[in-house]
């Protein structure tokens, strides 16, 4: 009981803490706040303080002061806050879930890649991006479908700093990320025909065959988009930023039997990269519609009520502690 009870054994388990919270901010991809040495560090520190309180009340047991109450409630308080942190630590749920426009997620996976049933449906009608005239984000928002089993589903949105509770979890607006299928519109130029068709494509999916009207099939297909192409070296192109600051899409087109060619089109840039022999056929980008997939993080805290309890209880406490009586203070 003396060690368990011991100031020494606090402060240490204190740095302890102290240290392994500064790493699990500065490497959150370590997961230290889930790791065994930190829930342990948080149960000793309980019952440190649970051993101090009762040493207090063996050695002081008909003693009931003012500053007494003042030091039960604020250890009290500390150990109830530690045991919702532990309660939330052990049982509770913090996962990001991706999803694209018009997809419903009715379960997530947690980071030991366990499935979860929330016990809701989640449907995205439609995620909204606004931009800074800086180009930077200002603000991004999810409107959403829920449907609880029993209950009519019902629309609302999710914006950054306004989760929405339902069924014991709270869904927050965390992230965003670029679409995995992109829908552009392409000019097809077929100065042989005369003609100025535009097609609809969608990133990554079959090719569209079109009849040029002369037997002669013109198949095309949309392999991959770049918001914001530039150029990182021979061969190598990629995105500056997720904003269309400079949308290109490459294509791949194959006229009748011959042999298929690549070719990037950009929204911005009509002339670059065009064949200088005056091709019969040419492409330009029309119009880009960007799309995003929204990051909904998933969000279960059991031990919220006990800490928020135990913070109060701790003010409480500190208040009773240091509430100077006739205008005197604590003498120390």
Not at 43 to 55: E, G, K, M, S
Request: aromatic share 10%; glycine share 8%; charged share 20%.
């Amino acid at each position: 009981m003396p060690l368990l009870s011991s100031v020494t054994l606090t402060l240490l388990v204190l740095s302890s803490i102290l240290l392994m919270s500064i790493w699990g901010t500065l490497a959150p991809e370590r997961n230290v706040y889930y790791s065994p040495a930190y829930i342990g560090a948080l149960i000793v520190l309980a019952i440190n303080l649970l051993a101090c309180t009762l040493r207090r009340l063996r050695r002081f047991p008909h003693r009931f002061q003012r500053m007494d109450w003042g030091y039960y409630a604020t250890h009290i308080g500390i150990m109830t806050i530690l045991a919702g942190a532990l309660v939330s630590l052990l049982t509770g749920i913090r996962v990001t879930a991706w999803i694209a426009a018009g997809e419903t997620i009715s379960q997530i996976r947690d980071m030991h890649d366990r499935v979860i049933d929330p016990g809701f449906e989640c449907t995205l009608q439609r995620f909204i991006l606004e931009l800074h005239g800086s180009g930077m984000p200002d603000d991004f928002i999810s409107y959403v479908s829920v449907a609880v089993p029993g209950n009519p589903p019902f629309d609302t949105r999710i914006t950054v700093n306004h989760p929405l509770s339902v069924n014991g979890y709270r869904l927050y607006q965390s992230s965003y990320r670029l679409a995995e299928h992109q829908s552009v519109t392409l000019g097809v130029h077929d100065f042989g025909l005369s003609e100025h068709r535009e097609v609809e494509l969608v990133t990554g999916r079959d090719p569209i065959v079109l009849d040029r009207g002369d037997g002669d099939l013109l198949e095309i297909q949309a392999v991959r988009y770049e918001p914001d192409f530039v150029m990182m070296g021979p061969g190598r192109f990629g995105s500056r930023s997720l904003n269309p600051r400079n949308p290109a899409v490459l294509i791949r087109w194959r006229k009748g039997t011959a042999d298929p060619e690549m070719k990037w089109v950009f929204l911005h840039h009509a002339t670059m990269h065009r064949d200088t022999d005056t091709p019969l056929l040419d492409f330009s980008l029309d119009h880009v519609d960007q799309e995003y997939d929204s990051g909904l993080e998933y969000v279960r805290d059991p031990g919220r009520s006990w800490v928020t309890a135990g913070a109060c209880l701790l003010i409480l406490g500190l208040f009773i502690y240091l509430l100077p009586i006739g205008g005197a203070g604590v003498k120390r």
